[in-house]
């Protein structure tokens, strides 16, 4: 990846301050080590939108925007909800305009099953124990 | 930990098979690679149910039972409806009757914070990207 290339951190949204707290730790941690472009938005009650989030990206230049769900799995959000607000067509894919020029959407797979997932949770567990 | 110690793994459950999937996969690896003894249950929708979770430590000796949600951070679910469900005191503990022996359970932290959610999601953009 590189400038030309934006990332949407997409998080769930929670009227508790924790899913925004995970979803800018991510943002934060992959604009500090990744020449990317990094935004952030959420499905519900937290802001910017979904819609507001692609719009940030105004000024970029970003020719290519990845729309990457902070979900643990494939759920009603990430096969509906989400691709409903961006408008995805069957291909996961949509364009829309940044500056006057189009830039591609493509929508990537929830976290999903992955050794480091059961290894953090495994981290959890002993933390519970030791406390 | 070893065999005198329960995991609960707890998911959230959903119509769609993809969290149970997850946490059932987080399940067998842990079971796989770790000398403890581990059970699956869901909040909604999936079956064991909590309580059914808790009741399948049946026979397994266990004397303490962490239960540990498969969430990424805390909301609703993981602060008021997960621990209502386990009947945990203000410390977050409780204890049930496992074969006629009372048996603790504590209450693990969700997944939150930690470079390998951020490391993972980079991965899945950029495997979108090469799709």
Sequence with gaps: MNRNTGILVLGHGSTRPHNKEIVESVAKMIADRKDVIVRTAFMNVNEPSIKD?????????????VALPIFL??????????????????DNKATIDVDGKTAE???AEPL???PCIAELAYRRAEEALSR
Tied chains: 1, 2.
């Design 105 to 107: 959407i493509v929508y």
């Design 53 to 65: 989030g692609l719009a940030s990206f105004s000024g970029t230049g970003v020719e290519t925007i």
């Design 112 to 114: 999903g099953i992955d």
């Design 73 to 90: 799995a494939h759920g009603v959000h990430t096969l509906e909800d989400i691709p409903g607000e961006l408008n995805l067509d069957e």
